[in-house]
C-alpha cells in the first residue's frame, strides 16, 4: 500500500496520456502516469500526424524532438481514384508538412517531457481495478513487474489506456454514435520505396491503400478492404495485399522493387463516443472515442483531448469551477469537433463507391488547387466536411471548372 495521494492518476502514458499528464504537471500538479508498457515500445498504428496534430506539438515545445528524428517532412496527399487524382497540400501558411513517426519514436518522446514536466511515471505498471469509495472513484489498485500490489489515490483517475480501457470497463459511461467494424486493414515497412515528402493513396472498388515515409528510411504501406472480407483475406494476408496492389499496376512495381522489413500487422476497431467524465475519473484518446483509423486522426484527437481535459480539470482543481460543468464543456466540445468528421470517415472506411454527384465533384477538383487543397485538408481534419461540402463551395468548384 501506497499513501501517496495525487491530484491525477493517468493510467495509459502514450498519445493521449502523457501529453494530459505533462500538461497537467506543467501547471504544478501532482501527477502519476503508469503504463503496463515499457518504452519506447511499439503499438499498431500507422502513426500519420496531420499538421493539426503537429501544432499541438508546436504548442507544447516538442515538434522539433518529432521533426528532428529520422522522419521526413510529409507535404503532399494525393488520392488516386483511378479516372481521376485529387493531390493537395494537407497544410495551413503556419503548419504545412505532417510527419509519421514510429510509435517507438514518438511515445517515448511524450512520456519523457511528461517526466521532465515533473510528472513521475511508472512502467510496467499494470492497473488491474479501479478504486471507488461511495460510487466515487478514488484511485487505482495494480501491480509492477514484480507482481507486487499498489493502490494510489487521487483526486481524479484519468483513463487514457486505448479501446480497451480498463478505466472505461469499470465506470461504465454512456456510449452514443456507436458504429460496428467498418473495415480491416493491414500494415508493414518496405525500404527502397521512396516517397519523396508525399503520401500516396490509391482507391480502387473495395480496396484501398496508401502509403508514406516513416523513420530509418522504410515506407508505411497499408491497405484495407470491407469488414465482410474480414475474415476470408485474413487466410492469405501477403497475397490479398500483393494482388490488391496490382489495381494500380505503376505502384505494384514500385511495391515489387522495395524490400518488405516487418512482418504484416492488422486491425479493425469499432467506432464510439464515451460520456468522458463522471465522479472522480476522466477518459481522454481512444479511451473516450473512437472511429477508424482510414482518415489517421487518432493520434491528433487525443493531443486534441489532452489539452481540453487537462484545461477543464485546472479549472476544476483552481478551486474556480466545479467538475461538472468545466468537464461538460469538455465534452461538448471534443464532440462538436469529431463529429462531423466520424460521418465522413465511416463514409469513406465503408468503400462504398462515392454518389454520383460526388464523382463530378472530384472530376471538378482537378486542376483547382484551391479546390484540392480545401479536400485533402478536409481528409487531415483542419477543414470540417460540412464546409468543404456545403452547397456553396460545391457550387463555387462547379463553377471553376466551367459545369
Ligand atoms: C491500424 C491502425 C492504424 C492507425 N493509424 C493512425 C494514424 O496513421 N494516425 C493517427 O493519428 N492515428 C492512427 N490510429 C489511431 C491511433 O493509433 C490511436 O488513436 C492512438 O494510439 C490513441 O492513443 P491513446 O493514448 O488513447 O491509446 P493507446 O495508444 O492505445 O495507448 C494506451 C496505453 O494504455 C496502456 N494500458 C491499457 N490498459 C492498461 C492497464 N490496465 N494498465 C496499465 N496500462 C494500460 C497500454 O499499454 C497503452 O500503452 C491507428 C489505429 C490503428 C488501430
Known amino acids: 500500500m501506497s499513501a501517496n495521494q495525487y491530484d491525477a492518476i493517468v493510467v495509459g502514458a502514450r498519445c493521449a496520456g502523457s501529453p494530459v499528464a505533462m500538461l497537467l504537471a506543467r501547471k504544478g500538479y501532482k501527477v502519476l502516469a503508469v503504463d503496463r508498457a515499457t518504452f519506447p515500445s511499439d503499438t499498431i498504428s500507422t502513426h500519420l500526424i496531420h499538421p493539426q496534430g503537429m501544432t499541438a ?12 528524428t529520422n522522419c521526413p517532412p510529409i507535404d503532399t496527399y494525393a488520392f488516386d481514384f483511378g479516372p481521376v487524382t485529387i493531390t493537395g497540400s494537407p497544410g495551413t501558411p503556419e503548419e504545412r508538412v505532417s510527419y509519421s513517426p514510429r510509435r517507438t519514436v514518438l511515445d517515448k518522446i511524450l512520456v519523457d517531457a511528461a517526466a521532465n514536466a515533473g510528472a513521475e511515471i511508472r512502467e510496467a505498471f499494470t492497473v488491474e481495478e479501479i478504486v471507488a469509495d461511495d460510487g466515487r472513484v478514488t484511485g487505482i489498485r495494480g501491480h509492477d513487474r514484480g507482481g507486487t500490489t499498489v493502490t494510489e489515490r487521487a483526486r481524479v483517475v484519468i483513463g487514457a489506456d486505448g479501446r480497451h480501457s480498463t478505466v472505461a470497463r469499470a465506470v461504465k459511461p454512456q456510449q452514443y454514435n456507436e458504429r460496428p467494424e467498418v473495415e480491416s486493414s493491414y500494415y508493414s515497412y518496405w525500404s527502397d520505396l521512396p ?38 483475406n485474413r487466410k492469405d494476408i501477403e497475397g490479398t495485399f500483393m494482388k490488391g496492389l496490382e489495381l494500380a499496376p505503376e505502384f505494384a512495381e514500385r511495391v515489387r522493387n522495395a524490400k518488405r522489413e516487418h512482418r504484416f500487422v492488422g486491425a479493425k476497431v469499432p467506432n464510439y463516443f464515451r460520456k468522458p467524465f463522471g465522479a472522480g475519473w476522466a477518459l481522454v484518446g481512444d479511451a473516450g472515442y473512437n472511429k477508424d483509423f482510414i482518415t489517421a486522426q487518432g493520434i491528433s484527437d487525443a493531443f486534441r483531448d489532452a489539452e481540453l481535459c487537462s484545461n477543464a480539470l485546472h479549472e476544476w482543481f483552481s478551486g474556480g469551477r466545479d467538475f461538472d460543468t468545466v468537464m461538460g464543456e469538455y465534452q461538448k466540445t471534443r464532440d462538436e469537433q469529431v463529429l462531423p468528421t466520424f460521418g465522413f470517415t465511416l463514409q469513406i472506411a465503408s468503400f462504398e463507391p462515392p454518389p454520383p454527384e460526388q464523382q463530378a465533384l472530384m472530376a471538378a477538383m482537378v486542376g483547382n488547387q484551391e479546390a484540392m487543397d480545401g479536400f485533402v485538408r478536409t481528409f ?11 452547397e456553396e463551395n460545391v457550387q463555387r468548384i462547379f463553377a471553376a471548372a466551367g459545369r
Open 57 to 68: 506539438l508546436r504548442k507544447w515545445g516538442l515538434y522539433d524532438a518529432v521533426a528532428g
Open 195 to 232: 516517397m519523396n515528402g508525399r503520401s500516396e493513396n490509391f482507391i480502387r472498388g473495395d480496396r484501398g491503400f496508401a502509403a508514406w515515409p516513416t523513420n530509418d528510411g522504410l515506407t508505411l504501406l497499408i491497405m484495407g478492404w470491407p469488414i465482410s472480407q474480414f475474415e476470408e
Open 380 to 390: 487531415a481534419g483542419a477543414t470540417s466536411p460540412a464546409e468543404f461540402f456545403s
